[in-house]
């Protein structure tokens, strides 16, 4: 008997391990191959888009996948920085030998967590309640808890042209019988389907034809922890391509051919929206003349380029015509053909905010099969079903971000509220609250959360205290000190061509003004306070209204949110709501008015009624 099982050994099952053993519970990971741990199936990059912030919160939380990412990487750059920063985030080309075996080696080092090769077919049931899981060969082995973190290996299905291979990622026996134990149970399970491109030979690529993407010249890292691990001179560059008439041709002239358009006529799964084939662009985008495609690193330690945004499930003859109508590559090396892979979900909405299942208790899911697309989107369900399955066995309520509190929060809360169409990818325009949930301030909106729960030690959390009054610090300085301005301070505004002050100002008027930073303010004055501090100074002057905006509205929320609905609500008895709406409420089942708003299908005139029902007849119904 262990204290908690997370079988799988992903982003979402490393992170959910790191979290249950760190918190003193004696856990078991069962993997069906331990050189797939933190596996990288598809592009090795870590963050991106929204994606490069929910790192940030992993680490802020107390998660690994930053650290990891920091110690690991082939290039590391800031996404969007050119604009708000409420959308810049980290993106890191990772490298796909290194990054699993540091993650294996930060596995290794923990006291309270074993690593099991195995293959977990069902699990122990009593009383709809877990107490277990049984492996292929019978074996019985008891547990308090078990985590699912299965990713795509679900009844696994390898398509490429014709062909439909019963087959994980890189050809491993996927789990064939998972599924439908949890569909004997009561689960809901939905198909769904993603896919990978082709890796190149870098040597038979012709460079010249391409155009060079290389990391950022100033030193970056996801955790807040780490001192930079890399050279900025060091780093691996990445280029850009792209499709050109004759790909989008050759496409065409073949797309019945592509599992996806007709090859094969069984296909259930959905893919994800946001990172579609390139059949699917070609086909939906036909007054575009051309798609970028990223030539990437997959590691230092051989030569395989992965070319992203070119995801296919064409048979190989046709993917080598494509792979040959792109510029710098007419004589390339296809090494590994590209190919989609559908698998098997179980539908989000049966999930609680804590990410226990609602249908068996005991029981927490996690990552691609809870329908989401991602490392990053797996690694923080992880995260967050390892510390709340250490929070049940402690008897301590569980940890649910709001969506005024994390990107995690977000993603979480549309999984359960909205469910799922296609595999759930996380978009900055997700978040209502974003200029609230940037990158820069991830440790001071969740570090406190991690030392609560056990995941941030004594000395992080002092830093952390350290930072806030730093802040403090640098707010009182920016109102205090004052800038007369001499001759040669209003040579330096005539040199940036930025408008001299009339009168003597402080540094918090004139950082308040739009064309003036804090680069600019010290060529004039220095300002004694680290970047990271000088940073929270900028964005809180700049951006002061509008942050103070999103406060109100994200107190709104916090006032329906606090307005519960009882457990043992019974929808049906609630005259004149609407059908679908009684049919979503009864699928939810939501823990509170504002959660009940965000559910598709349930309208104002629902919620009115609902309301209603809550104050004068819920109580006479007893």
Do not use: W
């Amino acid at each position: 008997m262990v204290d908690i099982i997370v079988v799988g050994g992903g982003h979402a099952g490393c992170e959910a391990a790191y979290a249950s053993a760190k918190k003193g519970h004696e856990t078991l990971l069962i993997t069906s191959n331990l050189k797939n741990i933190a596996d990288m199936p598809c592009n090795p990059h870590i963050g991106g888009s929204a994606k490069g912030i929910v790192v940030r919160e992993i680490d802020a939380l107390g998660g690994i996948m930053g650290k990891v990412a920091d110690k690991t990487h082939l290039q590391i750059k800031m996404l969007n920085s050119a604009k708000g920063p409420a959308v810049q985030s980290l993106r890191a080309q990772g490298d796909k030998i290194a990054y699993p075996k540091e993650m294996l080696n930060t596995l290794n080092s923990l006291e309270n967590l074993t690593i099991k090769e195995a293959m977990v077919e069902d699990l122990i049931v009593k009383d709809n309640e877990v107490h277990g899981v049984i492996l292929e060969d019978g074996k019985k082995i008891e547990s308090k808890i078990v985590i699912l973190t299965t990713g795509t290996y679900l009844k696994a299905d390898i398509l490429v042209g014709n062909t439909r291979t019963r087959q994980g990622p890189h050809g491993e026996k996927p789990s064939n019988h998972l599924s439908d134990k949890l569909k004997e149970y009561g689960f809901e399970i939905k198909r769904l389907k993603t896919g990978t491109p082709q890796r190149i030979d870098r040597n038979s690529i012709d460079f010249s034809k391409t155009k060079i993407e290389p990391g950022d010249n100033k030193y970056l890292t996801f955790s807040f922890d780490l001192e930079p691990q890399y050279k900025i001179e060091e780093q691996e560059p990445c280029y850009l391509t792209y499709t050109t008439e004759e790909t989008h041709k050759i496409i065409m002239d073949n797309l019945n051919k592509s599992s996806m358009y007709g090859a094969l006529d069984d296909i259930e799964g959905i893919g994800p929206r946001y990172c579609p084939s390139i059949e699917d662009k070609v086909v939906r985008f036909k007054d575009k003349e051309r798609h970028q495609l990223f030539i990437e690193p997959e590691s230092r330690y051989y030569d395989d380029m992965y070319l992203q945004g070119f995801s296919t499930s064409m048979p190989p003859e046709v993917q080598e015509k494509m792979v040959h109508s792109l510029p710098g590559f007419e004589n390339a090396k296809i090494l590994k053909y590209g190919y989609a892979i559908e698998y098997d979900a179980i539908y989000p909405t049966q999930l609680n905010a804590s990410l226990e299942t609602k249908i068996l208790k005991n029981l927490f899911t996690a990552g691609q099969i809870n329908g989401t697309s991602g490392y990053e989107e797996a690694a923080c369900q992880g995260l967050m079903a390892g510390i709340n399955a250490g929070q049940k066995l402690e008897g301590k309520e569980p940890l649910v971000l709001k969506r005024n509190e994390a990107y995690i929060g977000v993603l979480i809360d549309d999984l359960i509220t909205k469910g799922i169409r296609d595999p759930y990818r996380l978009l900055t325009s997700r978040a209502e609250f974003r200029l609230l949930l940037r990158s820069d301030n991830a440790d001071l909106r969740l570090r406190e959360y991690g030392y609560e729960v056990g995941l941030i030690d004594e000395e992080q959390i002092k830093r952390l205290r350290d930072k806030e009054d730093k802040i403090k610090e640098i707010k009182k300085y920016a109102e205090e000190t004052k800038i007369k301005i001499t001759k040669d301070i209003e040579k330096i505004f005539n040199d940036n061509n930025i408008q001299i002050p009339t009168a003597t100002m402080s540094v918090e008027s004139l950082l308040k003004r739009p064309e003036i930073t804090i680069e600019f303010l010290e060529k004039i004055i220095d300002i004694p306070f680290s970047n990271d501090i000088k940073e929270q100074l900028e964005i809180y002057l700049k951006y002061e209204g509008y942050i103070k905006k999103a406060y109100k509205e994200a107190e709104k929320l916090l006032k329906l949110e606090k307005k519960q609905i009882p457990e043992d609500i019974d929808y049906n008895k609630i005259k004149n709501i609407a059908s679908e709406a009684r049919q979503k409420l009864n699928e939810v089942r939501p823990k509170t008015i504002a959660q009940a708003i965000r559910i598709s299908g349930v309208n104002p005139t629902d919620i009115s009624i609902l309301s209603v029902y809550l104050k004068k007849e819920y109580n006479k119904d007893e």
